[in-house]
């Protein structure tokens, strides 16, 4: 099994910027490939971001938010540019792990986005 624990959130004015972390425990060595997705108040979960064999980003988010990972931290980051009210979200991380792929969540952060 893996445990996921992300931090990070926060407020912050538009335009502003902010950095999200999420530490992996467990069987590390299993994880396939890790991302970030978020979740609106009324809205479904949606995918943001996919660190694996490539990167990959919704266009949501593309040219405003990098991921990253340091495997030696066993951390996965999310580095968001120009922030707007509607990136607003609880941002969780997950963990595709083994060869199923089984997916692993953490418990989420709240980022809100306001002046």
């Known amino acids: 099994q893996v445990q996921l624990v992300e931090s990070g959130g926060g407020l912050v004015q538009p335009g502003g910027s902010l950095r999200l972390s999420c530490t992996a425990s467990g069987s590390v060595l299993s994880i396939k490939s890790m991302g970030w997705y978020r979740q609106a108040p009324g809205k479904e979960r949606e995918w943001v971001a996919t660190?694996?064999?490539?990167?990959n980003y919704a266009d949501s988010v593309k040219g405003r938010f990098t991921i990253s990972r340091d495997n030696d931290k066993n951390t996965l980051y999310l580095q968001m540019e120009s922030l707007k009210p509607e990136d607003t979200a609880v941002y969780y991380c997950?963990?595709?792990?083994?060869?199923?792929?089984?997916?692993?969540w953490g418990q989420g952060t709240q980022v809100t986005v306001s002046s």
């Open positions: 997950r963990a595709a792990v083994g060869l199923s792929r089984v997916g692993y």
């Open positions: 660190s694996g064999g490539s990167t």
